[in-house]
């Protein structure tokens, strides 16, 4: 799954199966709305792109006769959703390579992608990265290759890492008090182990809940002057109200029912797609983001945020969720800090941030260099060192 110069083709029924996208002969393509349109010929010299595709090992074709295996050309959109381009979704043919000509319209446009998927198991058996169409004279070769492992993925069961869930659920409601037990408690500034314990709560103390964590392991609480954070699961009595306040109503509920949906570590489509909930799946939904664009679900232990479009049935009163809008804010420290759509200097620019602008940090990448940022209706990806200020 790569951009490559190389390539190999299986020959005979290896030939057959694995083919690639057979469009019509070269033509004009117009696709940023979905859609492909053949017009005139083309330029005189025309961008193109040759796709390919292959297997890592072809003696397990055969198990895949039958199974309606297709290609799919894809572009992700204005509001980031990767959207099947209609005329480019098709069977594999007896080719394993498709030359496409570029309108001088669509030069530089993208990105696209190219996929392979079993229609028959509802699962994708190989994805191309992101692709830019190519300009005058220029070739660009997109390869996908078929794993050797390749079949139907597990069913998800890894959770979300709890750094990653960040945020928590106010509690208005003043009725609702927490009753210190043991004989102390610690105070945190912040809902972690971590975290500095600046005071403690002695035996007897009934205090005001303000807010719970998302994990619903950390109560944010006041009394007697100090505020902060408390574990709530270890010499704490909460009333009905308290008790109440941090658990999602049973009744907000997600209805997968198209193929699958990714599952985000943040409300960003530039954010990392880490599991995914398939055709069926019923999901608790737990908060929604400030636009009500994505929503905080949970499924088979995995909880993550998914985009509200088509491929959800949302229940009433899943649309009504709390919003949650409290992640940490840093500063920027530079002159210019670039937002990103990917974790990478060669991504594309979204957005360019001046010092002193204030951005929502919704996740990290796995190395911890950079930061999935909101910043107004901006979300990507920035730099970390030495750029931002907490």
Not at 6 to 16: E, F, K, P, T, Y
Not at 58 to 76: H, L, N
Not at 97 to 117: A, E, M, Q
Request: glycine share 8%; net charge positive; hydrophobic share 45%.
């Amino acid at each position: 799954m790569a951009l490559t110069h190389r390539h190999s083709i299986a020959h005979g029924l290896m030939a057959a199966m694995a083919a690639a996208l057979c469009l019509a002969a070269p033509g004009a393509v117009q696709a940023r709305d979905g859609a492909r349109y053949v017009a005139d010929d083309p330029e005189p010299d025309p961008g193109r792109i040759r796709l390919s595709v292959g297997w890592a090992d072809p003696s397990i074709i055969g198990r895949f006769i039958g199974d309606g295996i297709t290609t799919v050309v894809q572009f992700r959109n204005a509001s980031g959703q990767w959207q099947d381009v209609s005329g480019w979704v098709q069977p594999l043919r007896n080719t394993s390579t498709v030359l496409w000509n570029v309108w001088r319209r669509d030069w530089g446009t993208g990105p696209y992608r190219w996929l392979v998927k079993n229609e028959a198991q509802n699962y994708v058996m190989a994805t191309s990265t992101g692709f830019y169409l190519p300009g005058a004279g220029t070739y660009l070769d997109i390869a996908v290759v078929i794993p050797a492992n390749v079949g139907p993925p597990p069913p998800v069961t890894s959770a979300l890492p709890p750094g990653l869930l960040t945020g928590s659920t106010a509690v208005n409601n003043p009725s609702a008090r927490a009753l210190v037990t043991a004989s102390s408690v610690d105070v945190r500034r912040e809902p972690n182990e971590a975290s500095f314990a600046f005071a403690e709560l002695r035996r007897g103390v009934n205090a005001q809940v303000l807010a719970v964590s998302k994990d619903g392991r950390w109560i944010q609480i006041k009394a007697d002057g100090v505020e902060g954070w408390i574990r709530s699961t270890a010499g704490i009595s909460l009333n009905s109200a308290a008790a109440s306040a941090g658990r999602p109503d049973p009744a907000a509920q997600a209805f997968v029912v198209a193929a699958y949906v990714d599952v985000r570590r943040a409300p960003s489509a530039t954010s990392v797609a880490f599991a995914e909930f398939r055709r069926g799946v019923v999901a608790q939904v737990l908060n929604a983001s400030p636009d009500r664009q994505w929503y905080l679900m949970s499924a088979g232990g995995v909880s993550g945020w998914v985009s509200a479009n088509d491929r959800l049935s949302l229940s009433a009163a899943a649309r009504r969720v709390p919003i949650l809008s409290d992640y940490p804010v840093a500063i920027v420290a530079v002159p210019r800090l670039t937002i990103r759509a990917l974790p990478t200097t060669s991504s594309v620019a979204l957005h360019v941030l001046k010092r002193g602008d204030e951005v929502e940090v919704m996740a990290a990448s796995a190395d911890g260099a950079w930061f999935n940022v909101r910043f107004g209706g901006v979300t990507g990806w920035v730099y970390v060192e030495s750029t931002l200020t907490y």
